[in-house]
């Protein structure tokens, strides 16, 4: 998952407000420590083999974890020159302050994964490197069709300010689930736009089940049917939309049907999943790597299906959680060129197919998607489809200085609405007025 797929707990507006001061305080130390002066990466220089160390940080556990490990092994045995050596180092959350930290103490590693809504706070502290020298020059430069076969929702976020800073690895769409034994007791259709709901909920009405079911946090779906309607809540330009009249009827429509019970949020279970599987709600929201976790949590005789996110106004879209790998501030150019080879063995069609069907996230180019070895798996495994053509409309975030502040925010006008039955107008003004301050204030 994203970024925006972090680990939440019950209080997830209070954590996110910590961790913002955490970062904040970090950052500061980060420019009183750092200053102009060069960090160093982590174990920098030569492994004990004699090659060029790549020292690696991610963010990834379980079986996602162990196909990395499989992917590490495999490029150091397939070359002598560089050695990566990759190190989990928790959460998103954890390694975004591992990152902080090791700014300030000049330990950063050579390279990491990392989501692309951070890469503007990385650049105004000095810390992360463009990958223009490395991924536009040479004989291993990244060609227009290599370039070309990354998704464009992805491709969307990859520069910053006219250089490159990011390149993508792995990337959740955003899609709907629902229950198709729901579905077929009550005779209902999968829902193809937003107004279906308002049919469904009526024909669930007294059943107990509800319609629909967010995450903890809706915004998600807020940012996508904002989009639907006509505009980005941030654009490229820094213009802040949040009470424009297509980001009121996103915000309206979601708002209503909690207020009116047709719809939840997963509260304490953080994500809709939990209950989804309880047989309680009809329809949720969340990334494609969801997919995986209900394979592997549903009751055996439980039926689901995926489809992609139901039009809002008669457009439809998702918004993209893009994952992708950086180079840091005191890599040698020894270990930014073997970086670089790194990135591009990840980004192969190859990996990124294996990478999608051990994982459940989607291949970040094209041609893994169209590979022999993806479509065999699309066909014994036809949820991972929907998540696969949620591409064709994907968009991603507007990446910016303070944007984690904004975030917070957001979250907090979501929880507004929903603990304290605020109307979608009242805290959209509130997260206008804050958001206007963060971008004027950086």
């Known amino acids: 998952m994203y970024t925006k797929y972090i680990s939440q707990g019950a209080l997830i507006v209070k954590l996110h407000r910590w961790l913002a001061v955490v970062a904040v305080a970090a950052t500061a130390l980060i420019m009183a ?8 990466s982590t174990n920098s220089g030569a492994s004990s083999s004699g090659r060029t160390k790549i020292t690696f940080w991610y963010r ?3 079986v996602y974890e162990k196909a990395l490990k499989s992917y590490i092994n495999d490029f150091n045995k397939r070359q ?4 990566v050596v990759g190190t989990s180092q928790g959460s998103y959350d954890d390694l975004q302050k591992k990152l902080l930290a090791s700014a300030k103490s000049r330990t950063l590693p050579t390279m990491s994964q990392v989501t692309d809504i951070t890469v503007p706070e990385y650049i105004k502290n000095g810390f992360i490197l463009p990958l223009d020298d490395v991924a536009l020059k040479g004989s291993d430069k990244l060609s227009s069709s290599e370039l070309n076969d990354i998704y464009p929702g992805i491709r969307q976020n990859l520069k910053y300010k006219g250089q490159y800073y990011t390149m993508p690895f792995a990337t959740g769409t955003r899609i709907m689930f629902y229950n198709k034994d729901i579905l077929d007791k009550y005779h209902l259709s999968v829902p193809k736009n937003w ?3 308002a049919a469904i909920s009526n024909k669930l009405k007294g059943t107990g089940i509800t319609t629909v079911g967010f995450n903890k946090s809706y915004d998600f779906e807020f940012e996508t ?3 639907d309607a006509g505009n980005r809540l941030v654009t490229p330009k820094l213009q802040v939309n949040l009470t424009t009249p297509a980001s009121l009827a996103a915000g309206n429509a979601i708002v209503s049907m909690l207020h009116n019970k047709t719809a939840t949020s ?3 279970d953080v994500y809709f999943n939990v209950p989804f599987i309880q047989g309680k709600m009809f329809a949720g929201f969340g990334s494609s790597a969801t997919i995986q976790q209900l394979k592997n949590t549903a009751p055996k005789g439980m039926h689901w299906g995926t489809a992609l996110m139901p039009a809002f106004q008669g457009k439809e879209s998702n918004v993209l959680g893009n994952n992708g790998l950086s180079i840091f501030k005191g890599a040698s150019t020894k270990q930014q060129q073997g970086a670089w080879q790194f990135m591009k063995y990840l980004m192969s069609s190859k990996v990124q197919s294996d ?4 994982t459940g996230y989607v291949p970040v180019v094209k041609s893994a998607v169209a590979s022999a070895s993806y479509q065999s798996f699309l066909k014994k495994n036809p949820e991972y489809q929907a998540a696969v053509d949620a591409y064709k409309d994907g968009f991603s975030s507007t990446p910016f200085v303070g944007y984690n502040e904004y975030r917070n925010d957001l979250y907090a006008a979501v929880d507004a609405t929903i603990s304290k039955g605020q109307s979608a107008k009242t805290a959209l003004t509130t997260l206008q007025k804050q958001t206007e301050a963060i971008v004027k204030g950086n």
């Not at 420590?33 to 160093?40: E, F, P, V």
């Not at 002598?80 to 050695?83: F, N, S």
């Not at 990478?355 to 051990?358: A, F, L, P, S, V």
């Open 80 to 83: 002598k020159q560089y050695e």
């Open 60 to 62: 990834m556990n379980g």
């Open 33 to 40: 420590g750092c200053g102009n002066s060069s960090s160093t």
């Open 355 to 358: 990478w999608g069907q051990k």
């Open 225 to 227: 049917l904002a989009y």
């Open 195 to 197: 107004e279906d709901f």
């Open 266 to 268: 997963a509260g304490t």
